[in-house]
């Protein structure tokens, strides 16, 4: 059973810094081809919506424009588990961040939040102005 566990996360400052962590247990590496993960956010009232994804294997990577610059997803070299840096963090980021896999992920459906089935529990980050 595909576990994520998150990490990091609390309360900063606008213009301050926050490390999150998560680390993917319970699957094999045989069905890594297609895996990606990545975070996404859930702000008060609004939608969850994708901030950065990597894939797996190749490493690459694909952020959401009003995180661009600022945010940077990467991955152990196990590729278990996936670290999002965000720095120069604005009230707006606040929200819950939640980690995501999949095992089938493609570019045309990288922002889906249906097309994840592994969520992570969540973990908040405020950012006060």
């Known amino acids: 059973q595909v576990q994520l566990a998150e990490s990091g996360g609390g309360s900063v400052q606008a213009g301050g810094s926050l490390r999150l962590s998560c680390a993917a247990s319970?699957?094999?590496?045989?069905?890594?081809?297609?895996?990606?993960m990545g975070w996404f956010r859930q702000g008060p009232g609004a939608s969850r919506e994708g901030v950065a994804i990597?894939?797996?294997?190749?490493?690459?990577?694909h952020y959401a424009d009003s995180v661009k610059g600022r945010f940077t997803v990467s991955q152990d070299d196990a590729r278990n588990t996936v670290t999002l840096q965000m720095n120069f963090l604005k009230p707006e980021d606040t929200a819950i961040y939640y980690c995501?896999?999949?095992?089938?992920?493609?570019?045309?459906?990288?922002?889906?939040?249906?097309?994840?089935?592994?969520w992570g529990q969540g973990t908040q980050v405020t950012v006060s102005s």
């Open positions: 995501a896999a999949s095992f089938d992920c493609s570019f045309t459906s990288l922002w889906i939040v249906q097309r994840y089935p592994y």
């Open positions: 990597i894939y797996a294997r190749s490493g690459n990577v």
């Open positions: 319970g699957y094999s590496a045989a069905g890594t081809i297609r895996k990606c």
